[in-house]
């Protein structure tokens, strides 16, 4: 079966450092690629996609992900850590492997320390 | 503007107590599917829908029914809840096609006792 894997369940990060959430893919062919952010009590919100155009992504609030076909990485970074990212994010993949599904890994809550 | 919503946003049942979660798209979207979110699992499929009358069962089907009579519409029921299906829900939908974002609500808590 696809699957999606994200390294970590937890990360912690100090404000102002390099934030980086890794997620990796099992799929034949590109899928497409998505992060989306959980803040506490609230839903889903979009905050980058890859859909076979450029392999680097830039998202809402500062985020990117580059996509990596070689590695079947897509991997989430933001240059430096603000309190308001300490959240869940979640990497999720679709595409003609993943049927009709949108597959989710199992989400990385980061923490971010003053 | 353009949402998905469901209702009600928290609920406290007991085991055995029918109940139905709605949700409606305002986007014309094709395709619409229900989500659970359990801690280190983060979101598995329970059905989806690829139009009007049609659907079809995701990861974890299993004690929760669905029906499309409506394009908007796309409501969940639980005939028998049961404790295990104490969760985080949520609904989405999408255009399908070469379109795969998917619009998310902002979620149901449920807990059955």
């Known amino acids: 079966a696809q699957s999606v894997t994200q390294l970590g369940s937890h990360v912690s990060v100090s404000e102002g450092a390099l934030v980086l959430l890794r997620c990796n893919y099992s799929s034949s062919v590109p899928p497409y690629l998505f992060w989306y952010v959980q803040y506490p009590n609230q839903g889903l919100q979009l905050l980058l996609k890859?859909?076979?155009?450029?392999?680097l992504v830039k998202g809402i609030n500062g985020f990117e992900a580059e996509f990596k076909k070689s590695e079947t990485s897509f991997h989430l970074t933001k240059p430096s850590a603000h309190m308001s990212d300490a959240a869940e994010y979640f990497c999720?993949?679709?595409?003609?492997?993943?049927?009709?599904?949108?597959?989710f890994g199992a989400g990385t809550i980061l923490r971010v320390k003053s | 503007e353009a949402q998905v919503t469901q209702n009600p946003r928290y609920l406290i049942t007991v085991t055995g107590k029918k109940l139905t979660v709605t949700c409606s798209q305002n986007?014309?979207?094709?395709?619409m599917s229900w989500y659970r979110q359990d801690p280190g699992l983060g979101l598995r499929q329970i059905y989806y829908s690829m139009n009007v009358e049609v659907t079809d069962k995701g990861d974890v089907p299993e004690g929760y029914k669905v029906s499309r009579k409506e394009k908007r519409n796309f409501p969940l029921i639980l005939e028998s809840p049961s404790p295990n299906q104490t969760s985080l829900y949520f609904c989405?939908?999408?255009?399908?096609?070469?379109?795969?974002?998917?619009?998310f609500g902002p979620g149901t808590r449920l807990t059955v006792t």
């Open positions: 999720a993949v679709s595409g003609v492997e993943y049927g009709n599904k949108l597959v």
């Open positions: 890859y859909t076979s155009a450029a392999t």
């Open positions: 989405a939908s999408w255009q399908g096609g070469s379109s795969y974002e998917q619009y």
């Open positions: 986007m014309n979207h094709e395709y």
